[in-house]
């Protein structure tokens, strides 16, 4: 089943060659570079952890729906040190071109993403050893699973999955991933 993923994912292009380029009207991004079963992108930078990904304007959402997707998890442990998200496993993640299209389900999908991170979102007030009170947001990204799970079902649709890989990569490690150890705090 792997093989026969990572085989037609092999066949697209890496996502860097769909990002904007300096002449283009841009906008921001940021995946986070850590956590554990889950990875997200999201529209603002709440610490250093989030790295800055630019854009082409009116794209934030598929971008932001690919990155947070399981199928991006997936290639991602396939590929990575299974620790550190690097800016290398962004850009040379395979994209399939329409992934990139006017595709209104795509940017609904991850406009709901994101409405159901913040719904789940913990906001805290830390205490530095310097006295400062550091306000931090922790997402608990499992509690959108299934918003993910659309996500990835709309990807498998575009990269051509059969039914029995798309229901591979939704449940991939979902023993881990939904079990209590499977919040991805910050």
């Not at 992108?41 to 990904?53: A, G, P, V």
């Not at 690097?86 to 409405?115: A, Y």
């Not at 999955?161 to 023993?175: G, M």
Request: glycine share 6%; hydrophobic share 35%.
């Amino acid at each position: 089943m792997e093989d026969a993923l990572l085989t037609k994912l092999l066949t697209k292009r890496p996502l860097s060659e769909f990002l904007a380029t300096n002449n283009e009207l841009s906008a921001t991004v940021y995946y986070h570079s850590g956590g554990r079963y889950f990875r997200k992108c999201i529209e603002k930078k709440l610490s250093n952890e989030y790295k800055e990904l630019t854009v082409q304007h009116g794209k934030e959402k598929n971008i932001i729906s690919l990155i947070s997707s399981s199928l991006y998890y997936w290639y991602w442990l396939l590929e990575s040190d299974c620790y550190h998200v690097t800016k290398t496993d962004v850009l040379e993640f395979p994209c399939h071109p329409g992934v990139m299209k006017e595709d209104v389900t795509l940017i609904d999908l991850g406009r709901k993403l994101l409405f159901d991170l913040e719904k789940n979102a913990v906001v805290r007030n830390r205490h530095r050893k310097s006295g400062i009170i550091v306000q931090e947001v922790n997402y608990y990204v499992r509690k959108s699973k299934f918003q993910i799970d659309l996500i990835d079902m709309h990807l498998s649709k575009i990269y051509g999955f059969t039914p029995e890989e798309t229901d591979f990569i939704i449940n991939y490690d979902i023993k881990y991933r939904m079990g209590g150890a499977g919040d991805d705090e910050e």
